[in-house]
């Protein structure tokens, strides 16, 4: 009988897996970097005329208050990179370009002013820049560094002549915002406001006189407004002798401006009017106006540096702390220019004032920029050994120097000279006692007579503590010395710095 054949197929069993052959990773190969050359960047020889401008950007007298330096710096660089690119460098009439601060300035106002469209063809369609200027279209004008405007054709639609001036607003470079209120005001955060103002504004420019449109800022330290920077100064024709000082609040009118040989004559003849009349009120107001003449024409000679000074004096001697100020703020810009005057005699009076006002910050500041030169100097010195008496308490070397005082600088002193007299009473009471002959105290304080010590004695609440005996008037130095104290507390508490520099 034959087996049954098997229902599997016999397969032997394996004794292990296969391995697999590991992968080798491409061979690699190391390619050494090629040195590149390197070329260096030509260095650019930028042309003179560039220098200056940049120059010129920077310089102190150029800044606008409202303008941060960085953001002056890059629209500087902008405006060279562009005439770089266009291979204009050599061809830009670098001298007579707006000042990049200037150029923001306008870009500022022509933003404040975009959103205004009033109809301007109507009410100056007969206006044009010749008849308005007394300039032909595209003529120059002077402005200050001596550059000049080019005046472009009068736009016919939405834009007054004036506003077509280079390609900008020549109204928007005459804008000036007293607070960052006034600003927002102007840039629309309260637009009612802001419409009304150019409203008011159109209105003038429309019965300006002999229609002169443009308006010019002023500074407010000083009663003479500042020229405009793209218009550039005004030549008188007035031959008046006097005029009245009025605040400009629109362009000046050549024909009532007086030009420099009519303002020498006008200055001998107020010269000889204050010697004859002494009409402190009518001299300040033709003094200013002649200033004021004299600025919106840029004139800056000896002359202008003996206008101010004139003026200064004739304050110094009323009082007129005020005015005074506003002359010596002028004078210091003056003498940086050497221009002549007097700047010792100045001087001064400067470190004078500051005795008065006890403004030390400001001192220092003087006494450091004084020359070994200039301290050697007479009135200069006076000043400086007044200080120094004042400092050490040595009053009698102070009252002195009082009646000494070379110039002018006793105004000054008369404006301090009490309360130090106060100062020196406490000290003498203290010093002296039970009393003191009147005629001691006249000598030491510097009083012209025992008469005039006297009234000041009794104008402080000394009357009571004065005896007359038979060797004369005598002061109670033990009994009045707190009365006195008191007073001098008082008088160097307050301290008057109207119009303070």
């Known amino acids: 009988m034959q087996a049954a054949p098997a229902a599997f197929t016999a397969v032997p069993a394996r004794r292990a897996l296969p391995r697999a052959e590991p992968v080798l990773p491409p061979p690699q190969y ?22 200056q401008y940049v120059q010129r950007s920077f310089a102190v007298e150029n800044n606008i208050q409202d303008i941060c330096r960085e953001e002056m710096e890059v629209r500087l660089k902008k405006v060279i990179s562009d005439a770089a690119e266009s291979n204009t460098l050599l061809t830009v ?21 975009t959103n205004v469209t009033p109809t301007w063809r109507d009410q100056f369609s007969i206006l044009n820049v010749q008849d308005t200027n ?39 470079e005459r804008v000036t915002y007293a607070d960052k209120r006034q600003r927002n005001e102007v840039v629309g955060t309260t637009p009612g406001k802001s419409q009304f103002s150019l409203e008011t504004r159109r209105r003038r420019f429309e019965g300006g006189a002999n229609g ?81 003449d004299l600025t919106v024409q840029h004139i800056k000679t000896d002359f202008t540096v003996n206008v101010y000074e004139i003026h200064a ?32 005699e100045f001087t001064a009076y400067r470190i004078l004032y500051f005795i008065h006002t006890c403004n030390r910050t400001d001192m220092n500041d003087v006494l450091a920029d004084l020359t070994p030169a200039e301290k050697k100097a007479p009135s200069i ?26 110039n002018m600088g006793a105004y000054l002193m008369d404006m301090f000279v009490g309360r130090e007299r106060l100062a020196a009473l406490t000290n003498i009471c203290r010093a002296y006692k039970p009393d003191v002959k009147l005629r001691f105290i006249t000598e030491e304080l510097g009083f012209e007579s025992d008469e005039e010590c006297a009234r000041f004695l009794c104008e402080h609440g000394g009357q009571s503590f004065l005896e007359e005996r038979e060797d004369g008037v005598r002061l109670l130095t033990g009994k009045v010395g707190n009365t006195f104290e008191g007073v001098k507390d008082s008088a160097f508490r307050k301290v008057d710095i109207k119009g303070q520099i």
């Open 381 to 406: 010195k006076h000043a400086l050994d007044a200080r120094s008496a004042l400092a050490l308490g040595n009053y009698h070397r102070f009252f002195q120097l009082y009646l000494e005082t070379p």
């Open 93 to 113: 009439d670098w001298d007579n370009l707006p000042l990049p601060q200037q150029m923001i300035q306008t870009d500022r106002v022509r933003v404040n002013y």
């Open 313 to 344: 004096r004739i304050a110094l001697e009323k009082g007129d702390l005020g005015e005074y100020n506003q002359c010596q703020t002028q004078l210091r810009a003056l003498y940086t220019q050497s221009l002549g005057g007097h700047p010792t």
């Open 30 to 51: 190391h390619v050494p970097p090629v040195e590149r050359p390197k070329l260096e960047k030509p260095k650019r020889e930028w042309p003179p005329a560039v220098r």
């Open 134 to 172: 007394g300039f032909s279209n595209g003529s120059l004008s002077k402005k200050r560094k001596s550059s000049d405007l080019a005046y472009g054709p009068v736009e016919q639609e939405l834009h007054p002549p004036w506003r077509t001036t280079n390609g900008r607003n020549a109204l928007e």
């Open 212 to 292: 002169f449109p443009s308006p010019q800022p002023y500074s407010p330290r000083d009663d003479s407004p500042m020229p405009d920077v793209e218009q550039g100064p005004v030549v008188g024709r007035s031959q008046e002798l006097e005029k009245k000082y009025f605040r400009l609040t629109s362009a000046p009118n050549p024909d009532t401006v007086r030009p420099l040989p009519v303002l020498e004559k006008t200055l001998d003849h107020l010269k000889k009017k204050w010697k004859k009349e002494n009409n402190y009120s009518y001299i300040c107001d033709q003094f200013k106006s002649l200033r004021q």
